[in-house]
């Protein structure tokens, strides 16, 4: 390629441009994977009851399939309130104090205690968590603060999810900006970028305070590390197109040619983040054009370079922080500024060598006389989105699953108003309020059908709350209002919500955390929002609450009654949760054994009995005991028996299928007394 000509140079970029388009870098995937991730950490927030957010590159849609990034998930310790001064101090509450002394290294502080009734740090607290320091201060360890998953305890553990792996970080909020940072709010900015208004929300956003010390420091395991995660995630959102595919083709570069040769611990991504903040706050932004892909990047690489020959990154919001130190010794440094030069010299060349989702084969096609048209290579489209659509559903169902509450409130910046074509908090405000009206009816009708004589005026503003929450996804809503028709005996209602449901249950409907590519493409295809992806989509499983048991068939009351176990540490409410397919199909059998309609009966039958057989499915257990139940009523009480023992083997203890097990017995003494 003949780069040394300006005209042709510019031609490359547009080409790479529209090549990087077609693996799902478009700016319309871009943000719809932006506000899926956004919605997610709103989900998760509320069904976790503390602040959850999600980081890193699938967070910020900097990524492609080629990449295989994970994705950094940050939980909060909400019984402690950081202060930077006592100033601040509030009576009765669980207050951490910054300090710092000349022997804590730039980005990081140490926290200390303070008396819950007096504004005093405290003195002779010998508690396992805090260690005394040189200067006689008791202060937090940070290595009791970490994620203990699978009996490995520190500051981050990784999970697997199948698809993607999740780094899950422990960390302290602190709400205001630190002192250390407070120079990047005033520094000076000769092209405005960030604008003020930016910076204000950043400043708003406040830091993390992550458990982990300096690895050259004697007093390590006193450290906490300050990070601007916010900041950082709201710069990368405000990228502009350019400076987006800059920073990914930055990423393709460190994975395809700098990391082989030096290892992949020296060079990550967050040093090419850092890079691209710090040259475009020093660049005018009319430079940052398609037309200038290639010289960008080369800018990038030279800045990178110097870095590294002077072995010192700094931070970009703590300067003062080096990035390099204790990676860059001995011969690593003189490898690195090796691919440096040679990549350098090649005048962009390399890039027909990138074999990240095929990007280099697609530029030499691009770049043939004549030009060769690629279309938009669906399978890398469709799988940019996966993930953000498997955690937007993960979370939706965990919120179900924990019976959540809905609120309104949430305590993270404002996004709309700096990204106003974007409406992500509004959108899943719509569906969890949809969610929650069903819940709400059912409360309603619940509390009316308990009395003797049930008010009907109460039971009609029930009825407008389900129908309402019947449009929140494909099933859940829906089945909740047809139980709501069955108790009430209206038969024909009921078996018209089983007909719109059937209408909308399709394959392409998932109830896992599996997404067929079909359903992926079909997104696409319509451009849904999320409201419209979720309800036309998302088959959530079913939830109901204790004060909703007037409203919920027979064979469910043993299973919310029994649910008092607990999962993962955390004690479940006395819920009942089952599979929107099989609570479909169990529904159906209860209408039509009321009308005796053997012929269909059989069918709702045979179809439960076919998904709890054949399809890995949630909650098990209550799907084999309502089956259990349904096999009962037609005196099926042999395999009843087996069904049952199935289920306690699942879980012994807090089982529906003891009260099952009662009923069989009670019903086959019924049927061996009328035997005789």
Same mark, same amino acid.
């Given at each position: 390629?003949?780069?040394?000509?300006?005209?042709?140079?510019?031609?490359?970029?547009?080409?790479?441009?529209?090549?990087?388009?077609?693996?799902?870098?478009?700016?319309?995937?871009?943000?719809?994977?932006?506000?899926?991730?956004?919605?997610?950490?709103?989900?998760?927030?509320?069904?976790?009851?503390?602040?959850?957010?999600?980081?890193?590159?699938? *967070?910020?849609?900097?990524?492609?399939?080629?990449?295989?990034?994970?994705?950094?998930?940050?939980?909060?310790?909400?019984?402690?309130?950081?202060?930077?001064?006592?100033?601040?101090?509030?009576?009765?509450?669980?207050?951490?104090?910054?300090?710092?002394?000349?022997?804590?290294?730039?980005?990081?502080?140490?926290?200390?205690?303070?008396?819950?009734?007096?504004?005093?740090?405290?003195?002779?607290?010998?508690?396992?968590?805090?260690?005394?320091?040189?200067?006689?201060?008791?202060?937090?360890?940070?290595?009791?603060? %970490?994620?203990?998953?699978?009996?490995?305890?520190?500051?981050?553990?990784?999970?697997?999810?199948?698809?993607?792996?999740?780094?899950?970080?422990?960390?302290?909020?602190?709400?205001?900006?630190?002192?250390?940072?407070?120079?990047?709010?005033?520094?000076?900015?000769?092209?405005?970028?960030?604008?003020?208004?930016?910076?204000?929300?950043?400043?708003?956003?406040?830091?993390?305070?992550?458990?982990?010390?300096?690895?050259?420091?004697?007093?390590?395991?006193?450290?906490?590390?300050?990070?601007?995660?916010?900041?950082? @995630?709201?710069?990368?959102?405000?990228?502009?197109?350019?400076?987006?595919?800059?920073?990914?083709?930055? @990423?393709?570069?460190?994975?395809?040619?700098?990391?082989?040769?030096?290892?992949?611990?020296?060079?990550?991504?967050?040093?090419?983040?850092?890079?691209? &903040?710090?040259?475009?706050?020093?660049?005018?932004? *009319?430079?940052?054009?398609?037309?200038?892909?290639?010289?960008?990047?080369?800018?990038?690489?030279?800045?990178?370079?110097?870095?590294?020959?002077?072995?010192?990154?700094?931070?970009?919001?703590?300067?003062?922080?080096?990035?390099?130190?204790?990676?860059?010794?001995?011969?690593?440094?003189?490898?690195?500024?090796?691919? &440096?030069?040679?990549?350098?010299?090649?005048?962009?060349?390399?890039?027909?060598?990138?074999?990240?989702?095929?990007? %280099?084969?697609?530029?030499?096609?691009?770049?043939?006389?004549?030009?060769?048209?690629?279309?938009?290579?669906?399978?890398?489209?469709?799988?940019?989105?996966?993930?953000?659509?498997? &955690?937007?559903?993960?979370?939706?169902?965990?919120?179900?699953?924990?019976?959540?509450?809905?609120?309104?409130?949430?305590?993270?910046?404002?996004?709309?108003?700096?990204?106003?074509?974007?409406?992500?908090?509004?959108?899943?405000?719509?569906?969890?309020?949809?969610?929650?009206?069903?819940?709400?009816?059912?409360?309603?009708?619940?509390?009316?059908?308990?009395?003797?004589?049930?008010?009907?005026?109460?039971?009609?503003? *029930?009825?407008?709350?389900?129908?309402?929450?019947?449009?929140?996804?494909?099933?859940?809503? @829906?089945?909740?209002?047809?139980?709501?028709?069955?108790?009430?005996?209206?038969?024909?209602?009921?078996?018209?919500?089983?007909?719109?449901?059937?209408?909308?249950?399709?394959?392409?409907?998932?109830?896992?955390?599996?997404?067929?590519?079909?359903?992926?493409?079909?997104?696409?295809?319509?451009?849904?929002?999320?409201?419209?992806?979720?309800?036309?989509?998302?088959?959530?499983?079913?939830?109901?609450?204790?004060?909703?048991?007037?409203?919920?068939?027979?064979?469910?009351?043993?299973?919310?009654?029994?649910?008092?176990?607990?999962?993962?540490?955390?004690?479940?409410?006395?819920?009942?949760?089952?599979?929107?397919?099989?609570?479909?199909?169990?529904?159906?059998?209860?209408?039509?054994?009321?009308?005796?309609?053997?012929?269909?009966?059989?069918?709702?039958?045979?179809?439960?009995?076919?998904?709890?057989?054949?399809?890995?499915?949630?909650?098990?257990?209550?799907?084999?005991?309502?089956?259990?139940?349904?096999?009962?009523?037609?005196?099926?009480?042999?395999?009843?028996?087996?069904?049952?023992?199935?289920?306690? @083997?699942?879980?012994?203890?807090?089982? %529906?299928?003891?009260?099952?097990?009662?009923?069989?017995?009670?019903?086959?003494?019924?049927?061996?007394?009328?035997?005789?």
């Amino acid at each position: 390629m003949a780069l040394n000509n300006p005209d042709y140079y510019k031609e490359v970029s547009v080409r790479l441009y529209r090549v990087l388009d077609t693996v799902g870098l478009g700016e319309d995937i871009r943000w719809k994977r932006i506000n899926m991730f956004i919605q997610s950490e709103d989900v998760l927030s509320i069904a976790s009851k503390q602040g959850q957010h999600y980081f890193g590159s699938q *967070a910020e849609a900097t990524t492609t399939p080629g990449l295989q990034s994970d994705i950094d998930r940050v939980y909060f310790w909400e019984r402690h309130r950081v202060i930077k001064d006592l100033d601040s101090w509030i009576p009765g509450i669980k207050t951490l104090l910054i300090v710092r002394d000349d022997s804590t290294p730039p980005g990081y502080v140490k926290l200390q205690n303070v008396y819950r009734h007096l504004p005093w740090p405290i003195y002779n607290n010998y508690d396992e968590l805090l260690n005394l320091d040189r200067h006689g201060r008791f202060l937090l360890r940070n290595d009791q603060y %970490g994620i203990k998953v699978n009996n490995c305890h520190g500051p981050a553990n990784t999970m697997d999810y199948g698809y993607i792996t999740a780094d899950l970080v422990c960390g302290m909020r602190l709400r205001t900006w630190p002192d250390q940072v407070s120079q990047w709010l005033t520094r000076n900015r000769r092209h405005n970028w960030p604008s003020h208004q930016t910076i204000r929300l950043i400043q708003e956003t406040g830091a993390l305070l992550v458990p982990v010390g300096h690895k050259f420091s004697q007093e390590q395991h006193l450290e906490w590390r300050i990070s601007i995660s916010y900041g950082e @995630k709201i710069l990368v959102w405000l990228f502009n197109a350019t400076q987006y595919r800059c920073f990914i083709l930055l @990423k393709m570069i460190n994975k395809c040619f700098i990391k082989p040769a030096v290892g992949n611990d020296v060079l990550s991504s967050y040093h090419c983040k850092t890079c691209l &903040f710090y040259l475009i706050e020093h660049t005018p932004t *009319a430079m940052w054009t398609p037309d200038n892909l290639l010289l960008c990047v080369e800018l990038c690489l030279s800045l990178l370079y110097n870095w590294t020959e002077s072995t010192f990154c700094p931070n970009y919001f703590i300067p003062e922080e080096n990035m390099f130190q204790c990676k860059l010794y001995g011969h690593v440094k003189d490898q690195l500024l090796g691919v &440096f030069s040679n990549l350098l010299r090649q005048n962009s060349r390399y890039l027909v060598d990138i074999s990240c989702d095929n990007i %280099g084969q697609n530029l030499v096609k691009m770049c043939q006389s004549p030009p060769m048209e690629l279309q938009s290579q669906g399978q890398h489209v469709t799988q940019s989105l996966v993930t953000s659509v498997i &955690f937007l559903f993960m979370n939706l169902e965990l919120a179900v699953k924990f019976g959540f509450e809905y609120d309104l409130n949430f305590e993270t910046p404002q996004l709309d108003i700096y990204f106003p074509c974007h409406e992500p908090r509004r959108e899943i405000n719509a569906t969890l309020w949809k969610l929650h009206c069903s819940s709400i009816g059912l409360k309603l009708a619940s509390k009316s059908l308990s009395l003797e004589i049930p008010d009907h005026n109460s039971l009609d503003v *029930a009825h407008e709350f389900l129908l309402w929450g019947s449009s929140s996804d494909v099933a859940s809503g @829906k089945l909740k209002l047809a139980a709501f028709y069955l108790v009430q005996d209206n038969l024909d209602m009921s078996k018209d919500v089983f007909n719109e449901i059937h209408k909308s249950y399709n394959y392409n409907v998932t109830e896992s955390n599996i997404l067929s590519r079909d359903t992926l493409q079909a997104i696409l295809r319509e451009n849904l929002s999320t409201t419209q992806l979720i309800s036309q989509y998302f088959a959530l499983s079913v939830l109901y609450h204790p004060s909703e048991v007037n409203c919920i068939p027979k064979a469910l009351i043993p299973e919310m009654f029994c649910s008092t176990g607990s999962h993962e540490g955390r004690a479940y409410k006395q819920c009942v949760r089952i599979n929107p397919t099989v609570y479909l199909h169990f529904l159906e059998f209860l209408c039509y054994h009321r009308e005796h309609n053997w012929l269909h009966k059989k069918v709702a039958l045979d179809n439960m009995i076919s998904v709890i057989r054949f399809k890995d499915i949630q909650y098990k257990v209550t799907a084999l005991n309502v089956l259990a139940y349904s096999l009962t009523q037609e005196g099926r009480l042999k395999i009843v028996y087996k069904i049952l023992c199935k289920s306690m @083997k699942l879980i012994k203890e807090n089982n %529906g299928a003891k009260w099952h097990l009662a009923t069989l017995v009670n019903a086959t003494f019924r049927f061996l007394r009328g035997g005789q």
